[in-house]
């Protein structure tokens, strides 16, 4: 990243755009570390919501009444904002979901039960959550194919060695993440995709904890599929999206059926609807999307590439400060991380870490993180997990430090 264009970020007038940040918590104040769980929305997004419902709240794609049109446009505004944000070359290859999750499910129903058959392989990560296993489990009872796991390596980087040898002409499917949600670790999916290409595998990238952080250009990436959720990058709960390659999506059939996503009916045949409307069946959740256009203006406007140099400032004091307190060991500590510390503390369960600093306002997330698989590779029960977003100060970074130590003296 080239310093020299880099704006510092004006903390205190972001901080400002964020009522949530100003409140006591158990008599202390709110000190938010659990970003990669769900980040905070600023008061644009809410504004554009509340909007919404009190100005023009009607149904999208159906209505020919002024406030329908309206609804419609701010809904399609997203979906181009999207565009621009990950570099798709269209609109139409951008699909509305419920958030990663569906974007996957959708995925692993509509192509993997289609297009694999028995014995055919889909390559995962060790580092992958939950939503990133459990579809393709589901798509192989059905199929007969298998799932390979890239092993991961003591740092919590992946294995790429091992991720080499395991594709073959049988590899159909790969998707691993862009950023582990529960260690940081960003991969090397440019990697991981020309590779998959040489044996026409397509690739799936979960850019769940991508969003916010990295920057993301699907052409460049030449990724077949990449999926967002809006609320873990400053949007609303709720909204996801699937970005695809248009042959592929052309190709695949519906993941349900309903309401929009068709061009005919009748009771012997249905004829789908375009892209991207055969793949959103049903009224979406309207408002969300409207509302996530505010989010993405709002990483726009301050630049995702100074959002990142803040994040990785924090990020670097955070694993000096915390990493240096006796009794902490660091899980997860690859070069390239986004703002993800992870640790846990000698003698001591998350658990308890978690509510004795939520009893002094700071908010962690503690536990397996969706990644029960990856715990278990590094044979612990969980860690204590402080995720950094744009609004997050190294003063309250000291709070964290300085509390850890309290509760380490006490406890032990
Ligand atoms: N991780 C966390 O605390 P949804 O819930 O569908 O928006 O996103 C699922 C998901 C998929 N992939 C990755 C890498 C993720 O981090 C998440 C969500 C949250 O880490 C909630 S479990």
Not at 311 to 321: S, W
Not at 360 to 374: D, E, F, K, S
Not at 381 to 391: K, L, W
Request: glycine share 8%.
């Amino acid at each position: 990243m080239a310093t020299a264009s880099l704006q510092k970020i004006d903390i205190l007038k972001i901080r400002e755009q964020f009522p949530i940040l100003h409140q006591q918590v158990n008599g202390k104040p709110l000190i938010y570390f659990d970003n990669a769980a769900t980040s905070q929305k600023p008061k644009s997004v809410i504004e554009k919501l509340n909007d919404y419902y009190l100005g023009y709240n009607a149904n999208i794609h159906r209505g020919i009444h002024t406030l329908a049109e309206k609804a419609t446009h701010a809904f399609e505004e997203t979906r181009k904002s999207l565009q621009h944000f990950i570099h798709s070359p269209s609109a139409e290859q951008i699909i509305f979901t419920k958030g990663v999750t569906e974007s996957i499910n959708l995925l692993a129903q509509s192509y993997a039960k289609t297009f694999l058959n028995a014995g055919d392989e889909i390559i995962i990560s060790g580092l992958e959550h939950h939503s990133n296993i459990v579809p393709w489990q589901l798509a192989c009872q059905v199929t007969g194919a298998v799932i390979k796991v890239i092993p991961v390596l003591p740092d919590g980087t992946l294995d790429i060695e091992s991720y080499h040898q395991l594709i073959s002409d049988k590899t159909k499917l790969v998707a691993v993440n862009h950023a582990s949600n529960s260690l940081g670790t960003i991969n090397p999916i440019k990697e991981i995709i020309s590779k998959a290409h040489t044996v026409g595998a397509v690739v799936l990238i979960d850019g769940a904890q991508a969003g916010a952080h990295l920057p993301i250009d699907v052409q460049t990436l030449d990724c077949d599929f990449y999926c967002l959720a809006g609320h873990k990058m400053y949007g609303p709960t709720g909204v996801g999206a699937l970005y695809g390659k248009k042959e592929l999506l052309e190709k695949m059939p519906p993941y349900q059926g309903g309401g929009e996503m068709i061009k005919e009916v009748s009771f012997a045949k249905t004829t789908y609807n375009d892209l991207p409307y055969k793949f959103e069946a049903g009224t979406p959740n309207i408002a969300d999307v409207i509302a996530w256009k505010a989010a993405i203006d709002f990483i726009q406007d301050l630049g995702k590439e100074n959002i990142a140099a803040h994040e990785h400032e924090l990020l670097h004091y955070a694993t000096e400060v915390v990493g240096n307190i006796p009794g902490v060991t660091l899980v997860g500590t690859a070069q390239e991380k986004v703002s993800v510390l992870s640790f846990i503390i000698k003698n001591i369960h998350p658990f308890d870490v978690g509510q004795m600093l939520d009893a002094r306002g700071i908010a962690v997330r503690t536990g397996h993180h969706c990644t029960q698989p990856l715990m278990d590779h590094f044979g612990i029960e969980g860690t204590i997990r402080a995720s950094f977003a744009v609004y997050n100060t190294k003063d309250e970074i000291d709070a964290l430090a300085e509390s850890l130590k309290r509760i380490i003296n006490f406890l032990s």
